[in-house]
């Protein structure tokens, strides 16, 4: 197969400004819950003050369950919304270039024609166009673990069978193990910029890797084929 003329696409121009969206929400947000964890503390620190000691120790037991909320649902909650977010935007966009690359590649094939599903799919079109599997390097398969914890978060909570989650947490610079007593897996704080970094160099290695074509040109010694390039 000839390969074909291809620019960076304006289908992943859109993912940058997301990427940075997504961030900043997930510092400003964990902010605010963060703020009144702090509120909390200082409230707390005056119970020794009120009078009664059975009221006293209902306003202890509300704090209690109010601090462990924060920290327990809500910063998690926040974490794994965003990550829903931009899973789906990567794979939105990603999905799009496949199929500008096929128009380039002036083939009829298209992402709806594939059985595979998610970014797998993503993977098997492209491999189907020709593009080399170095494109899919370190970067990508962190990019297919988080799609795989995705969609425990989406459909099962986060929950993961036991040796799983040990193996996978293990070797992630996105995920932890959740409760002690639970099976789930956790977003890290630095999670979300994570995800993001992982996502921006796989898109980064697959665009390198869209080449020219082997153009013919005019020598004194009659044509020649100039290899194609990265672009």
């Known amino acids: 197969m000839s390969k074909p003329r291809f620019r960076p696409s304006k ?8 990427f940075e969206v ?6 400003d947000m964990e902010d605010v819950v963060e703020k009144k964890i702090r509120d909390l503390d200082e409230r707390a620190k005056g119970l020794h003050e009120v009078e009664g000691e059975e009221f ?15 920290q327990s649902e809500w910063i998690p909650l926040i974490r794994e919304s965003l990550l829903l977010s931009i899973c789906s935007s990567f794979e939105f966009h990603l999905g799009r270039l496949c199929d500008e690359y096929a128009v380039a590649c002036r083939t009829p094939f298209r992402m709806r024609d594939l059985n595979d599903r998610g970014i797998k799919r993503c993977q098997t079109m492209l491999a ?9 390097g ?13 969609n ?8 993961h069978d036991g040796q799983i989650r040990k193996k996978i947490v293990s070797r992630s610079d996105v995920f932890e193990p959740g409760g002690k007593f639970d099976r789930s897996i956790r977003i890290r704080a630095d999670g979300i910029e994570k995800v993001c970094q992982h996502m921006t160099e796989a898109l980064w290695q697959i665009n390198r890797n869209l080449y020219s074509p082997r153009e013919t040109i005019q020598t ?3 044509a020649a084929e100039q290899p194609a390039v990265p672009l």
């Open 128 to 136: 189907r166009l020709g593009v080399d599997q170095v494109a899919f």
């Open 56 to 70: 006293r120790d209902y306003l202890s037991d509300s704090m209690a369950d109010e601090h462990y909320g924060y």
């Open 22 to 27: 997504v961030q900043q929400l997930a510092a």
């Open 138 to 150: 370190t970067s990508w398969d962190a990019v297919a673990q988080i799609f795989e914890i995705r």
């Open 11 to 18: 289908a992943i121009y859109g993912l940058w400004s997301r």
């Open 220 to 222: 004194e010694q009659g």
């Open 152 to 159: 425990k978060i989406a459909h099962a909570g986060g929950y």
